[in-house]
């Protein structure tokens, strides 16, 4: 029985899914099995992943289910006593297996292992452009009332969970377009400790494309993971929910800000940001939100193509290794 099983949900990935494989083939830790599941895929996914050669590696096809639904087939075939979740288009450095075991195996009241994220945004041809570090949060133990502030996991390609975990959880909802990962996190940490490992372990893609409509989504899926999350607070943590509005406010500026390329998105954004200030006045005396006024303002008064072009261009890796994208 193989120590780890690593689960990559797989749709129309044919772009990113050998990278991705590959990042896993380059761990040092190598007690795993990797289990790709084929999410309805109508391009060259299935022959890419049937072309690569690894006794470790196991193919499952389905008819398209969705991301949350392909990792809970995922979790039926999988056998190793952690598990695992990559998505298609996500990246890991090669000690990311490695150090959260490690974390795990020391800390043997905690269920769940988290690292830091970088995010990644690339360009058409698929080259990485720009590097951004997520804060450094190090939130251990019982993380329940931080967890329902904020996700500071990140990704869906963070965690590593042991198997006991995962069966006192459940299944992810398959009834979430996104958010389905903070829904989840949330559940197990209802139930178990976290422990972080304090390193930028895992690479976040993130592809030119109509970023709008995504946030569309996103927006829809959280505020109904919120009503579930706080649905299930106990009393005592009610009063946090205007926190995790906030939260969710500022996120939703700044996806807007990052990647707006008209004044439309630019208004979204100016939206989410006073409806965060009037909630919490004070989130202006945090740095963060200060910056996401800067950035509107500069967006305001400059062509938001250009602002981006600029902040693109001035963020660095900062110690960060960065990844090999090409074949």
Known sequence: ????????????????????????QQQTFQDFELIVINDGSKDRTVELVQ???DDRLKFFSYENGGLPVARNRGISHATGEFIAFLDADDLWTPDKLE??????????????AYSWTSFMDVNDQGEAVSFLPSPQYSFEGNVYEKLLVSDFIHSGSNTLIRRQAIASAGEFDPTL??????????????????????????????????????????????????????????PELQY?????LNSFHKYC??????HCTDMSD??????????????QPKTLLDKATQKLVIKFLL??????????????????????????LQP
């Open 1 to 24: 029985m193989p120590q780890v099983s690593v689960i990559i949900p797989a749709y129309n990935a044919e772009r990113t899914i050998k990278q991705t494989i590959e990042s896993v």
């Open 51 to 53: 072309s690569i050669k």
């Open 99 to 112: 150090l959260q075991l490690t974390a795990l195996e020391q800390h043997p009241e905690a269920g769940v």
């Open 177 to 234: 377009k996104s958010c389905e990962d903070w829904d989840y996190w949330l559940r197990l940490a209802t139930r178990w400790h976290f422990v972080v490992v304090p390193k930028h372990q895992i690479f976040y893609r993130r592809t030119p494309g109509a970023m709008s409509s995504k946030v569309e989504v996103m927006k829809e899926a959280a505020l109904i993971a919120m009503e579930k999350a706080y649905k299930a607070a106990p």
């Open 240 to 244: 946090l929910k205007s926190y995790t």
């Open 253 to 258: 500026a700044g996806q807007y800000l990052e």
């Open 266 to 279: 630019v208004r979204k954004a100016q939206e989410h940001l006073w409806s965060a200030i009037r909630l």
């Open 299 to 324: 967006k305001r008064v400059f062509s938001p193509k250009i602002v981006s072009y600029f902040f693109h261009w001035i963020r660095k890796p900062l110690g960060i290794p960065a990844p090999r």
